[in-house]
């Protein structure tokens, strides 16, 4: 009987010639597992694909609810963004993909696990991070960092000597890859920085230009720092997040350009559009902003970097990832409210925050003085904050004089 590998396969130009080719050069029983993470592809469709290039078997799954509620949401809370600009949208996805992976290869009595991740990208650590933290007995085939294939254009001459249909062409040569919660786009014109990305290679949102020409406001909600309505509808969390892609999108909300630190140290640019997304972490930012008292909120910055590091590098299943979660949990206890957006031609703009949590307070803040803050207090405040300041500035003065 023939040994089994369980491939983590989308019917993309890579995957697409990895069945075969690990048919031909491993002689293995290839089972194709198939991640619906919201891609929007017809599902069925690469089923039979996997089938028709020489799957044994094909198993699907819908792990869309999961994604959000175990690997976006809890990076939303945590306020990670990768360098300023990437809101992970590929790096959240990979862990729960190879999560449901290693279960079939284990239900399925598969030696080996598969993935077509190229040699020089983050992926490969992401998910073969996963394997190793969850069943380090799998063998793992990288066929990228094996086989002879150098180039996409390789793949697509191994293609079509195979007889293996693929979007993919060499006029259409960008890398693709899309889940709810964003699209990533590299190759083609984006390998020179000094490119400005085509209009066509943006697929998902509106051009500035074709946007509407009014203002969208749309109003967020949320509980404990996660999302639940918009615009007072309570929604489950695969259609709340749709429909937030569906008004940022046509209004050319959450585009950017980003040359970024790939963890195995090449620098790389790509094009994302995280529609959505950024509403739900500008919005969450905002709301953090009149709940969280200032220590918290400021170590929680630091705590948001780290995370947005172990994200990216793969590190998901992690005791350090899990004890930022515990943290992140209890300053969100208070994070509960409404943010209201403005949008228009790709801007967002805030135009209100409300919680009954909030610390912030109009009597406080405003200029107006009240009974609950004396000004008088803040001489003393001061002259305590100061006093380091005076002590060396008479310490060096005694210095200087000596010197005299």
């Not at 491939?7 to 031909?24: F, H, K, M, R, V």
């Not at 891609?39 to 994604?67: N, S």
Request: proline share 4%; aromatic share 8%.
């Amino acid at each position: 009987m023939a040994k089994k590998v369980v491939l983590a396969y989308s019917g993309g130009l890579d995957t697409s010639i990895i069945i075969p080719w690990l048919n031909e050069n491993y002689g293995m029983d290839v089972i194709a597992m198939i991640a619906d993470v919201g891609q929007g592809e017809d599902l069925d469709a690469v089923v039979a694909k996997a089938y028709a290039t020489g799957a044994k078997k094909a198993v699907v799954r819908d792990l869309r609810q999961e994604f959000l509620t175990e690997y976006v949401f809890p990076t939303v809370r945590a306020g990670a963004v990768y360098e300023d600009k990437y809101l992970l949208g590929t790096s959240m996805a990979r862990p729960v993909i190879a999560k449901h992976q290693v279960e079939v290869a284990l239900a399925e009595g598969a030696e080996a696990v598969a993935h077509g991740c190229t040699g020089k990208g983050n992926d490969q650590v992401r998910f073969e991070h996963a394997y190793q933290a969850l069943a380090p007995e799998l063998a793992i085939i990288a066929p990228w960092r094996e086989w002879e294939l150098k180039s996409r254009e390789d793949c697509l001459d191994y293609a079509e000597a195979h007889g293996i249909p693929v979007e993919a062409s060499r006029q259409k040569i960008h890398s693709r890859d899309r889940n709810l919660w964003h699209i990533s786009h590299e190759g083609g014109e984006l390998e020179d920085a000094a490119n400005a990305p085509l209009e066509s290679t943006w697929t998902w949102t509106r051009s500035p230009q074709q946007a509407p020409d009014h203002t969208e406001v749309v109003e967020i909600g949320f509980e404990k720092g996660t999302p639940v309505s918009v615009n007072g509808m309570r929604l489950e969390p695969v259609q709340l997040v749709e429909l937030l892609n569906e008004v940022a999108a046509r209004n050319a909300v959450g585009r950017i350009d980003l040359v970024e630190n790939r963890f195995v140290g090449i620098k790389s640019r790509g094009i994302y559009e995280t529609p959505g997304g950024t509403l739900i972490l500008t919005a969450h930012r905002e709301l953090e902003a009149i709940t969280l008292e200032r220590e918290v909120k400021h170590y929680k910055q630091q705590v948001a970097l780290k995370y947005a590091e172990l994200v990216y590098y793969g590190l998901w299943f992690t005791p350090l990832r899990q004890a930022l979660d515990a943290f992140v949990h209890t300053t969100q206890q208070s994070v509960t409210g409404t943010v209201r957006l403005a949008l228009y031609k790709g801007n967002v703009s805030i135009a209100g925050r409300k919680s009954d949590l909030a610390l912030y307070s109009p009597e406080l803040s405003s200029f107006t003085m009240g009974e609950s803050y004396d000004q008088k207090d803040a001489a003393g405040f001061i002259r305590i904050l100061g006093l380091p300041a005076r002590t060396l500035f008479h310490l060096e003065n005694k210095q200087r004089e000596k010197v005299r």
